[in-house]
């Protein structure tokens, strides 16, 4: 049974760092691509970045985000810095190849 499991976002201020994880379970995701995506409150959901044979990072969080992953853990993270308030939403984790699957979502804000 495939799973995705983010860890808990919080409240970050401005200017500030977070890391999220996501444990997998059910595949090795070493064999797939897996993304992190984010819908901020009113819009739909965007690619943050992705990891697979290319590594790619949407434009509003180029040289800030990075994305990584430890086959070892079966994990996936995201390494956010210099988070803005915009940088505010729902953060997903998802299997972005073969058969795709979405975490839970985890809930990142922004904010002084």
């Known amino acids: 049974q495939v799973q995705l499991v983010e860890s808990e976002g919080g409240l970050v201020q401005p200017g500030g760092s977070l890391r999220l994880s996501c444990a997998a379970s059910g595949f090795s995701l070493s064999a797939y691509v897996m993304a992190w995506y984010r819908q901020a409150p009113g819009k739909g959901r965007e690619l943050v970045a992705s990891?697979?044979?290319?590594?790619e990072y949407g434009d509003s969080v180029k040289g800030r985000f990075t994305i990584s992953r430890d086959n070892a853990r079966n994990t996936l993270y995201l390494q956010m810095n210099s988070l803005k308030p915009e940088d505010t939403g729902v953060y997903f984790c998802?299997?972005?190849?073969?058969?795709?699957?979405w975490g839970q979502g985890t809930q990142v804000t922004v904010s002084s």
């Open positions: 990891t697979g044979v290319i590594t």
């Open positions: 998802k299997k972005d190849s073969g058969s795709m699957f």
